[in-house]
């Protein structure tokens, strides 16, 4: 039903920049919430932000202040705007969406982030 597909992962040097997409078909975009989890090896997938369909935005303390989620609900895109990114960032990250009623989520494939110099 759902579909994510990410893009935008690759190879930075730490300080920089990334953005990355999340692509969402299959349903009606606005009655998901949108997150962003990640996943480093031989570490649980954890949350790096939300975008609810309600609204309202939280983040990882980790990322506050480096990282902004946002929604394009004409494109029924998802982005991950990631700024002075340090190398404890390097994970598989994963696009997630959640219906807003029925809490029924779908995944992306992933997309690496490696933070290195």
């Known amino acids: 039903q759902v579909q994510l597909v990410e893009s935008g992962g690759g190879l930075v040097q730490p300080g920089g920049s990334l953005r990355l997409s999340c692509a969402f078909s299959?349903?009606?975009?606005?009655?998901?919430?949108m997150a962003w989890y990640r996943q480093a090896p031989g570490s649980q997938r954890e949350l790096v932000a939300a975008?609810?369909?309600?609204?309202?935005?939280n983040y990882a303390d980790s990322v506050k202040g480096r990282i902004t989620i946002s929604r394009d609900y004409a494109k029924k895109m998802v982005f991950l705007q990631m700024n002075s990114l340090k190398p404890e960032d390097t994970a598989v990250y994963y696009c997630?969406?959640?219906?807003?009623?029925?809490?029924?989520?779908?995944w992306g494939q992933g997309t690496q982030v490696t933070v290195s110099s």
């Open positions: 997630n969406a959640g219906h807003y009623l029925t809490s029924r989520d779908s």
């Open positions: 299959g349903s009606i975009f606005s009655r998901y919430n």
């Open positions: 975008a609810t369909a309600s609204g309202s935005t």
